[in-house]
């Protein structure tokens, strides 16, 4: 069973940084993609940020792109978004997931982080 615990949000003047976490129990983080998603309020869920495995292969969204930066422990089993320069628009709860190894597989959700972006 996979577990993931996202930690880091808060309150932030626009302009500002932050660093989200997210920490996954269980054995497989160090072979599994793993990706951010924001869901800002009346919003559909977006996905801001992907990582594979080995931490070789790096996307972003482009509302994001320039600003935000994504990367991995593997040894630590934990997940990163560092956010630059933010924006009101950047308001949202932010979730971590570990993506299925099949096709078939199950995707594990954490259950998110509040980052809100005022002055």
């Known amino acids: 069973q996979v577990q993931l615990v996202e930690s880091g949000g808060g309150l932030v003047q626009p302009g500002g940084s932050l660093r989200l976490s997210c920490a996954a129990s269980?054995?497989?983080?160090?072979?599994?993609?793993m990706d951010w998603y924001r869901q800002a309020p009346g919003k559909e869920r977006e996905l801001v940020a992907t990582?594979?495995?080995?931490?070789?292969?790096?996307a972003y969204a482009d509302s994001v792109t320039g600003r935000f930066t994504i990367s991995r422990d593997n040894a630590k089993n934990t997940v990163y978004l560092q956010m630059n320069s933010l924006k009101p628009e950047d308001t949202a709860v932010y979730y971590c997931?570990?993506?299925?190894?099949?096709?078939?597989?199950?995707?594990?959700w954490g259950k998110g982080t509040l980052v809100t972006v005022s002055s």
């Open positions: 997931k570990l993506r299925a190894l099949t096709m078939n597989g199950m995707d594990y």
């Open positions: 269980g054995s497989i983080f160090s072979i599994s993609t």
């Open positions: 990582i594979s495995s080995g931490g070789g292969s790096i």
